[in-house]
């Protein structure tokens, strides 16, 4: 067992340009606990890669992890090119609000890093703590042309121990995992179809969208805007977040905190004891600084 309960799994009406959806959301801990963490996923990924650290998480924090529109349990988009920053924005928005409190802590991989880059930056921005997993304010083209040949693919498996290969394959760089955790991994992204095939639970539609513009560059104006605490983690081999850049996060803005793990590429999955120790130990230290407290004008 990787957790020892399962998430409350809630859901709320979110907008894209062309109607409303359902988004899916998983809840772990008290639910009137004020204290939140906010997790977010990479782009073809779901809610459920966080289930391990927010089960570690749940004494302390109530935990929300999204499944973003498309994805998981999340209703897909009438149209493919809705899938872009706007819309997920709009869905970080609404689930912070559903929340129901002044701050919240934000852990984002690969493209949740960047959704909580952004939001960080923003004047206001109710992000008291960040941690951006294996992404940064430039990305690594050979990284995104990886990503963009598996990335809209809709393959199709006889059982679900050919999707777990498959799985296994395209997600290597994430480093050493047991079986549980690969299942874990593949159960959680995985769909039965009605012919009693299985397929890949997110649209394939939002590799139509990263296909004409794979990624946001050129983030550095708004890296150094953020005020708040931030951690930064790195796969050692990581080929979307290089060394330079992510040292270069250190060294400029919010100057955050690097941690690297070994045996690693793109991304850490903070499935194993280690990763997630690093995490909770950031998440939980004191600090009088936060984005909402450092930011000009407010209290």
């Not at 930056?121 to 992000?127: K, V």
């Not at 040292?247 to 850490?268: S, W």
Request: with cysteine.
């Amino acid at each position: 067992m990787l957790t020892r309960s399962s998430p409350r799994t809630l859901s709320f009406a979110g907008l894209s340009p062309h109607g409303f959806h359902r988004v899916a959301y998983h809840e772990w801990g008290d639910p009137a606990n004020g204290r939140v963490v906010v997790c977010v996923h990479g782009l073809t990924r779901s809610g459920r890669d966080f289930d391990v650290l927010a089960e570690a998480l749940a004494p302390t924090y109530r935990v929300l992890a999204v499944d973003m529109p498309g994805r998981g349990e999340s209703e897909w988009l009438r149209v493919a090119d809705d899938y872009v920053f706007t819309t997920y924005l709009g869905t970080l928005t609404a689930l912070i609000a559903r929340a129901n409190v002044g701050t919240v802590s934000f852990v984002g991989t690969s493209m949740g890093g960047l959704l909580g880059l952004v939001l960080a930056a923003q004047p206001g921005t109710p992000i008291e703590r960040l941690v951006i997993n294996d992404v940064g304010p430039v990305l690594d083209v050979a990284a995104l042309q990886r990503i963009g040949k598996y990335v809209g693919q809709d393959p199709s498996f006889g059982s679900f121990a050919e999707l777990e290969a498959y799985i296994r394959t395209v997600s290597a760089p994430f480093g050493p995992h047991d079986d549980a955790q690969w299942h874990h991994l593949a159960a959680t992204t995985a769909r039965q179809r009605p012919d009693g095939r299985w397929g890949l639970s997110y649209d394939p539609g939002i590799g139509v969208p990263f296909s004409s513009d794979p990624a946001q560059v050129g983030l550095w104006p708004l890296w150094d805007a953020i005020r708040c605490p931030v951690l930064v983690t790195r796969g050692e081999s990581s080929d979307l977040l290089s060394a330079d850049t992510a040292q270069a996060m250190t060294e400029r803005g919010p100057r955050a905190t690097l941690h690297t793990f070994a045996g690693v590429g793109h991304a850490p999955t903070f499935m194993v004891a280690d990763q997630i120790a690093v995490v909770t130990t950031f998440l939980d230290a004191d600090s009088a600084t936060t984005c909402a407290r450092a930011l000009p004008g407010l209290a």
